[in-house]
């Protein structure tokens, strides 16, 4: 089946009868409503009714969790025995998400024409990266496609826990700060004018403080248009400059590393992703020096995958592992031991499954102990900002009680 063809196929509901009489129905991806037919026939089915489906509302988008969770799915019902065939069809036709539902479906199709499962995978380079598609491949060639899977699916929610503890440890104060930056432009907009009415009638002058709240009030009133534009028009900027530069990307990634607290949590959050590439793909037979370009682009940052082809490099001149790591200054000194164990023992895929576990630990422990570094001072940030602005505005009525008294 050529890639033209396969592009040209679409969604299908059916409805028909089997050899009993009994009423089924379900979905396929085919190229027509002939071939749905005639694929109902092979299996023993008379079509009643044949719908294409639109492609106009998805429905959703397939995400890294969906890949995930697929990836276990077909790990078990291939393990217990399902033929590969069956299993996109119980996977596909059970999923919620319409966009992934007729993914899996297109794959059983490509699959059921013939070709190998790594070749359909590598259709969807979307979804699929290489590393999948090559283990996949190294699994069919090796007839030990089961065992792959269940090692894929491992890596896949190995990764996707790693990326949830990171985003969780970025959120969280980004939400924060986001609460009181509304906050505080409500309380500019709405309810420092309010005062500001109250004080004209005092016919005195305005503590100093009380009058840069109420010039800021103003100047977000009259001129907050352009603050809106301005972080619109930096925000655009950034994102386009990130996606065309890599030096860009490069210096950010490395500035981003050295950050307190969070720049730990991305250097042994790329160690792990690294150590546990490297596991994955040693363990389904990958060549070391061919596994170093999936191991780099499994990393995440820039700096590691840059140190990572400078260490493919130097393994690939007969350099140890250990010591073209040692080279790049970014590994400790507990990795490359681990690794130079793994080498002199010939169990170089359980070293780096350890030095993964062992980092995908240290992650989980510093997020949660950002968390709770973090929740008090951006309370007491959010506190200093709110209460502020409450103070600035009962300043002038405590000197009028002053004043009076």
Same mark, same amino acid.
């Given at each position: 089946?050529?890639?033209? @063809? @396969?592009?040209?196929?679409?969604?299908?509901?059916?409805?028909?009868?089997?050899?009993?009489? $009994?009423?089924?129905?379900?979905?396929?991806?085919?190229? %027509? !409503?002939?071939?749905?037919?005639?694929?109902?026939?092979?299996?023993?089915?008379?079509?009643?009714?044949?719908?294409?489906?639109?492609?106009?509302?998805?429905?959703?988008?397939?995400?890294?969790?969906?890949?995930?969770?697929?990836?276990?799915?077909?790990?078990?019902?291939? &393990?217990?025995?399902?033929?590969?065939?069956?299993?996109?069809?119980?996977?596909?036709?059970?999923?919620?998400?319409?966009?992934?539902?007729?993914?899996?479906? &297109?794959?059983?199709?490509?699959?059921?024409?013939?070709?190998?499962?790594?070749?359909?995978?590598?259709?969807?380079?979307?979804?699929?990266?290489?590393?999948?598609?090559?283990?996949?491949?190294?699994?069919?060639?090796?007839?030990?496609?089961?065992?792959?899977?269940?090692?894929?699916?491992?890596?896949?929610?190995?990764?996707?826990?790693?990326?949830?503890?990171?985003?969780?440890?970025?959120?969280?104060?980004?939400?924060?700060?986001?609460?009181?930056?509304?906050?505080?432009?409500?309380?500019?907009?709405?309810?420092?004018?309010?005062?500001?009415?109250?004080?004209?009638?005092?016919?005195?002058?305005?503590?100093?403080?009380?009058?840069?709240?109420?010039?800021?009030?103003?100047?977000?009133?009259?001129?907050?248009?352009?603050?809106?534009? =301005?972080?619109?028009?930096?925000?655009?900027?950034?994102?386009?400059?990130? $996606?065309?530069?890599?030096?860009?990307?490069?210096?950010?990634?490395?500035?981003?590393?050295?950050?307190?607290?969070?720049?730990?949590?991305?250097?042994?959050?790329?160690?792990?992703?690294?150590?546990?590439?490297?596991?994955?793909?040693?363990?389904?037979?990958?060549?070391?020096?061919?596994?170093?370009?999936?191991?780099?682009?499994?990393?995440?940052?820039?700096?590691?995958?840059?140190?990572?082809?400078?260490?493919?490099?130097?393994?690939?001149?007969?350099?140890?592992?250990?010591? @073209?790591?040692?080279?790049?200054?970014?590994?400790?000194?507990?990795?490359?031991?681990?690794?130079?164990?793994?080498?002199?023992? =010939?169990?170089?895929?359980?070293?780096?499954?350890?030095?993964?576990?062992?980092? !995908?630990?240290?992650?989980?422990?510093?997020?949660? %102990?950002?968390? &709770?570094?973090?929740?008090?001072?951006?309370? %007491?940030?959010?506190?200093?900002?709110?209460?502020?602005?409450?103070?600035?505005?009962?300043?002038?009525?405590?000197?009028?009680?002053?004043?009076?008294?």
């Amino acid at each position: 089946m050529s890639d033209s @063809a @396969a592009a040209k196929q679409f969604p299908f509901s059916w409805e028909g009868t089997d050899r009993r009489g $009994k009423r089924v129905k379900g979905k396929l991806v085919a190229a %027509s !409503e002939a071939a749905v037919r005639s694929e109902m026939r092979r299996q023993g089915l008379v079509p009643v009714k044949i719908r294409k489906q639109s492609n106009l509302f998805k429905g959703g988008k397939v995400t890294t969790t969906d890949i995930a969770i697929f990836s276990r799915q077909l790990a078990t019902m291939m &393990s217990s025995g399902v033929p590969l065939v069956q299993s996109f069809e119980i996977i596909g036709n059970g999923h919620e998400n319409r966009a992934m539902q007729e993914l899996v479906l &297109s794959i059983k199709t490509s699959v059921e024409g013939g070709t190998s499962l790594a070749d359909s995978l590598a259709r969807h380079p979307l979804h699929f990266d290489d590393l999948f598609v090559n283990l996949v491949g190294a699994g069919e060639q090796a007839g030990a496609l089961e065992s792959l899977l269940d090692k894929i699916a491992t890596y896949k929610e190995k990764t996707e826990a790693i990326k949830a503890k990171i985003k969780k440890a970025l959120f969280y104060p980004a939400a924060v700060v986001m609460v009181a930056i509304i906050v505080t432009t409500i309380l500019l907009i709405f309810v420092i004018p309010q005062f500001e009415s109250l004080f004209s009638g005092f016919g005195a002058d305005l503590p100093s403080f009380t009058q840069k709240v109420i010039d800021m009030s103003l100047f977000v009133r009259t001129k907050g248009w352009l603050i809106v534009i =301005g972080i619109v028009a930096f925000v655009f900027a950034f994102i386009n400059f990130k $996606k065309r530069s890599r030096k860009f990307r490069h210096f950010l990634d490395r500035v981003s590393l050295k950050l307190p607290i969070v720049g730990q949590i991305l250097n042994k959050a790329a160690i792990a992703r690294f150590a546990r590439t490297l596991s994955t793909m040693f363990a389904a037979g990958v060549p070391l020096v061919e596994a170093m370009d999936s191991v780099a682009g499994a990393t995440g940052n820039i700096v590691y995958e840059t140190a990572t082809y400078q260490i493919r490099d130097e393994v690939s001149t007969g350099q140890r592992l250990q010591r @073209a790591m040692q080279d790049t200054e970014l590994f400790p000194n507990m990795v490359t031991q681990m690794i130079a164990i793994g080498e002199e023992s =010939g169990s170089l895929d359980e070293m780096s499954g350890k030095v993964a576990d062992f980092y !995908e630990a240290e992650v989980d422990n510093l997020v949660d %102990s950002m968390s &709770s570094l973090l929740e008090p001072l951006i309370m %007491s940030i959010l506190g200093v900002l709110v209460g502020g602005l409450v103070v600035a505005m009962y300043l002038p009525i405590f000197k009028m009680g002053a004043v009076v008294s």
